[in-house]
């Protein structure tokens, strides 16, 4: 390629871009939470509450995460490998959480599940499962808005290796089962770790559903991006940034971690 | 234009009649009924839910709610500033695209980094850390705290990676030869790009933008703590949907949600659309 000075001005007005964007205000949440050295991180490992509060987002995230997954891979292996009536629509439809807003996500599951006045939540209710204001409707939201994450990963690297492989492993006589794990699920590894990674740092974040369906409840449905709205709320900004902190940790490595396992598309 | 399109045609692997499939054995069918199950459960049936209970209302009290002052003003700034957004992106994001992938210098990986950050980072803290470059206490002195800028500002910042990662694998399976064919020609690189490059990053670029217009206008976490809900001027369409909820006002939150909805659903049948142009193209 010739030398050419829009190269450079391109490069400079994305660079720049980004760092306005992106790179300057995440630094300064960082900059924000050790302003007084390691005593707001201290503080909130210290408070009964927001170790709680860290502790149902973790749990809440990793029940997730097998849900979708588990889900995500047996939809996937369905869709590419099967035929069955409807499947475009279903295929379409499983990217319908992506585009939802997370409030009507949470309110949706409240009409449904609401212990009084949701459609199923009274007789759910009487048979003593309690979903909304309680961690299981926290799971069914954070579930709801990861769904396709998995599923986007696998699907593509399903159809790019083809299924001879898995032909072939038939007709020596394996079964269906043995085909999976000793066939298809290594060749789809990567894509599933990609897939679970970006799952994990969503749940972990999930903010709007959650707070719909949670009742924000202290010490018990109260997750930790609620208290990170909670706590700058109430001005107690060195503990929400502690916890900003802890989340963009998370949310940071699980990027890094990504773009370093996936293969490189470029050339 | 039938080059391009040759061109764009290299097999990724080749294509198999993978429409075909296998038809469903019982084991297949099972799986697949439990799939649809969950699936109803934790999905269809609750956005059902949200347009029945809408339609329950009636049309009148439904055309009511939505077009009540302060509503109306939410729907049009979140689907207008959406709208503003998705432009900025098209270009913007097709200009990140094209650097990473047409241009090599040190720090190229730190960028891809950045691009995914907000898509990784939890809303509320999207809304913390611009708040601390953008806020009261800017080292810019730029405070855009509760005015609309901070909501144009957050959805900028959430739709950021969705033009740039739907473009940027198209722009690198890309074949050269046309675009040097016509620069042999003596094409500019401006009608190169115009004529060669843009046409088959066309179908990407609007399936970027339909996922950035969907992910702004459902929009909530980010702006909690920076655009100060102000009604009428900050306030969008979820927040107006999220104070009916906690006034117990179920039916109007349902009719505004059903709004959000048939903008999502419309997303979604266009994304299919563009998606099945793509895979056709290659």
Not at chain 1, 1 to 8: E, I, L
Not at chain 1, 148 to 160: C, D, T
Not at chain 2, 193 to 203: D, N, V
């Given at each position: 390629?010739?030398?050419?000075?829009?190269?450079y001005v391109l490069r400079l007005v994305i660079v720049a871009y980004l760092v306005l964007l992106v790179a300057?205000?995440?630094?300064?949440?960082?900059?924000?939470?050790?302003?007084?050295?390691?005593?707001?991180?201290?503080?909130?490992?210290?408070?009964?509450?927001?170790?709680?509060?860290?502790?149902?987002?973790?749990?809440?995230?990793?029940?997730?995460?097998?849900?979708?997954?588990?889900?995500?891979?047996?939809?996937?292996?369905?869709?590419?490998?099967?035929?069955?009536?409807?499947?475009?629509?279903?295929?379409?439809?499983?990217?319908?959480?992506?585009?939802?807003?997370?409030?009507?996500?949470?309110?949706?599951?409240?009409?449904?599940?609401?212990?009084?006045?949701?459609?199923?939540?009274?007789?759910?209710?009487?048979?003593?499962?309690?979903?909304?204001?309680?961690?299981?409707?926290?799971?069914?939201?954070?579930?709801?808005?990861?769904?396709?994450?998995?599923?986007?990963?696998?699907?593509?690297?399903?159809?790019?290796?083809?299924?001879?492989?898995?032909?072939?492993?038939?007709?020596?006589?394996?079964?269906?089962?043995?085909?999976?794990?000793?066939?298809?699920?290594?060749?789809?590894?990567?894509?599933?770790?990609?897939?679970?990674?970006?799952?994990?740092?969503?749940?972990?974040?999930?903010?709007?559903?959650?707070?719909?369906?949670?009742?924000?409840?202290?010490?018990?449905?109260?997750?930790?991006?609620?208290?990170?709205?909670?706590?700058?709320?109430?001005?107690?900004?060195?503990?929400?940034?502690?916890?900003?902190?802890?989340?963009?940790?998370?949310?940071?490595?699980?990027?890094?971690?990504?773009?370093?396992?996936?293969?490189?598309?470029?050339? | 234009?039938?080059?391009?399109?040759?061109?764009?045609?290299?097999?990724?692997?080749?294509?198999?009649?993978?429409?075909?499939?296998?038809?469903?054995?019982?084991?297949?069918?099972?799986?697949?009924?439990?799939?649809?199950?969950?699936?109803?459960?934790?999905?269809?049936?609750?956005?059902?839910?949200?347009?029945?209970?809408?339609?329950?209302?009636?049309?009148?009290?439904?055309?009511?709610?939505?077009?009540?002052?302060?509503?109306?003003?939410?729907?049009?700034?979140?689907?207008?500033?959406?709208?503003?957004?998705?432009?900025?992106?098209?270009?913007?994001?097709?200009?990140?695209?094209?650097?990473?992938?047409?241009?090599?210098?040190?720090?190229?990986?730190?960028?891809?980094?950045?691009?995914?950050?907000?898509?990784?980072?939890?809303?509320?803290?999207?809304?913390?850390?611009?708040?601390?470059?953008?806020?009261?206490?800017?080292?810019?002195?730029?405070?855009?705290?509760?005015?609309?800028?901070?909501?144009?500002?957050?959805?900028?910042?959430?739709?950021?990676?969705?033009?740039?990662?739907?473009?940027?694998?198209?722009?690198?399976?890309?074949?050269?030869?046309?675009?040097?064919?016509?620069?042999?020609?003596?094409?500019?690189?401006?009608?190169?790009?115009?004529?060669?490059?843009?046409?088959?990053?066309?179908?990407?670029?609007?399936?970027?933008?339909?996922?950035?217009?969907?992910?702004?206008?459902?929009?909530?976490?980010?702006?909690?703590?920076?655009?100060?809900?102000?009604?009428?001027?900050?306030?969008?369409?979820?927040?107006?949907?999220?104070?009916?909820?906690?006034?117990?006002?179920?039916?109007?939150?349902?009719?505004?949600a059903t709004v959000l909805l048939a903008i999502s659903l419309t997303v979604i049948v266009t994304l299919d659309?563009?998606?099945?142009?793509?895979?056709?193209?290659?």
């Amino acid at each position: 390629m010739v030398r050419n000075p829009t190269k450079y001005v391109l490069r400079l007005v994305i660079v720049a871009y980004l760092v306005l964007l992106v790179a300057w205000p995440v630094t300064l949440v960082v900059k924000n939470a050790f302003a007084d050295g390691l005593d707001s991180l201290r503080h909130i490992f210290d408070d009964p509450d927001l170790t709680h509060a860290l502790g149902l987002t973790v749990q809440v995230a990793l029940i997730s995460v097998v849900i979708n997954t588990v889900f995500g891979v047996g939809i996937s292996l369905l869709l590419v490998r099967y035929r069955f009536p409807g499947k475009r629509l279903l295929s379409a439809l499983l990217d319908m959480p992506l585009s939802v807003s997370p409030i009507v996500v949470g309110f949706s599951l409240v009409l449904v599940y609401g212990g009084r006045t949701g459609w199923f939540g009274p007789t759910l209710e009487n048979a003593g499962l309690q979903i909304i204001f309680a961690t299981p409707g926290i799971v069914m939201a954070t579930v709801f808005v990861a769904l396709p994450l998995v599923i986007r990963e696998v699907v593509p690297v399903l159809e790019e290796i083809g299924d001879e492989q898995e032909q072939a492993a038939r007709s020596l006589g394996a079964n269906a089962l043995q085909t999976f794990r000793r066939i298809t699920l290594p060749a789809i590894k990567w894509g599933v770790v990609y897939g679970v990674v970006l799952s994990l740092a969503r749940s972990l974040g999930e903010f709007g559903a959650v707070k719909v369906v949670s009742g924000n409840v202290l010490g018990e449905t109260r997750t930790a991006t609620l208290a990170v709205e909670e706590l700058y709320q109430n001005f107690n900004t060195d503990s929400a940034y502690a916890i900003a902190f802890l989340l963009t940790l998370v949310a940071v490595a699980s990027v890094i971690v990504v773009s370093v396992i996936r293969p490189k598309e470029d050339r | 234009m039938s080059a391009t399109t040759v061109a764009t045609d290299r097999p990724a692997g080749d294509r198999r009649p993978a429409r075909a499939g296998l038809p469903l054995t019982r084991a297949s069918g099972l799986g697949l009924g439990i799939a649809m199950l969950w699936f109803s459960l934790l999905v269809l049936i609750p956005l059902a839910a949200v347009v029945v209970t809408s339609a329950g209302g009636g049309w009148s009290n439904f055309w009511h709610t939505v077009t009540n002052e302060q509503t109306a003003a939410a729907i049009k700034l979140t689907v207008g500033f959406a709208f503003l957004v998705t432009l900025v992106n098209v270009v913007m994001g097709t200009l990140i695209a094209w650097v990473l992938v047409r241009d090599r210098f040190f720090g190229k990986r730190a960028l891809e980094v950045l691009i995914d950050i907000p898509f990784a980072l939890p809303t509320i803290i999207a809304g913390l850390v611009l708040l601390s470059l953008y806020g009261p206490k800017s080292p810019l002195g730029i405070n855009v705290a509760n005015t609309r800028a901070s909501v144009f500002l957050a959805f900028l910042f959430v739709t950021l990676p969705f033009v740039v990662r739907t473009v940027q694998p198209v722009l690198a399976e890309l074949d050269k030869e046309a675009e040097e064919a016509a620069a042999s020609l003596g094409a500019s690189r401006l009608t190169i790009f115009r004529r060669i490059i843009l046409p088959s990053l066309t179908p990407a670029i609007a399936a970027g933008a339909a996922l950035s217009f969907a992910r702004a206008v459902g929009e909530y976490g980010s702006l909690v703590l920076l655009s100060g809900n102000l009604p009428m001027r900050t306030e969008v369409t979820s927040v107006r949907i999220l104070s009916s909820i906690e006034n117990d006002n179920l039916d109007s939150a349902a009719a505004v949600a059903t709004v959000l909805l048939a903008i999502s659903l419309t997303v979604i049948v266009t994304l299919d659309l563009l998606q099945r142009r793509m895979v056709r193209r290659g």
